[in-house]
């Protein structure tokens, strides 16, 4: 649901243009942003912050994942979400040893 801010119509979402558009005055809103304002939940929102603060590597949890490159078994980790396609988490590593970083595909 969503009411134009201009003109105070509803307007319907339109899947091929990927927005809100308002049939009243032509308002158009992109529905990406929409739905990432609509979907704050404290957790992801912390969840965000971590991958957005991924240089502050002290904060950050540690998990057992095998470094491919170094043999390593303990790595930082922290969850970024995608946004486009499908808007899914996608979980990256980083070695605590040699710093090499990958992201979880499974
Ligand atoms: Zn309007
Ligand atoms: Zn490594």
Redesign the pocket.
Same mark, same amino acid.
């Given at each position: 649901m969503k009411f134009c801010p201009e003109c105070g119509a509803f307007c319907t979402a339109d899947n091929a243009k990927r927005c809100y558009v308002c049939p009243k005055c032509g308002w158009e809103e992109p529905l990406e942003e929409n739905r990432a304002i609509s979907r704050k939940t404290s957790e992801e929102d912390k969840i965000i912050v971590i991958g957005k603060k991924e240089r502050e590597l002290s904060t950050m949890p540690k998990t057992k994942a095998l *470094?491919e %490159? $170094? =043999?390593?078994n303990e790595a930082y980790w922290w969850m970024v979400q995608t946004r486009g396609i499908d808007e899914s988490m996608t979980q990256f590593y980083r *070695?605590t %040893? $040699? =710093?090499?970083t990958w992201r979880d595909y499974s």
């Open positions: *470094c %490159k $170094c =043999g390593n *070695c %040893k $040699c =710093g090499h």
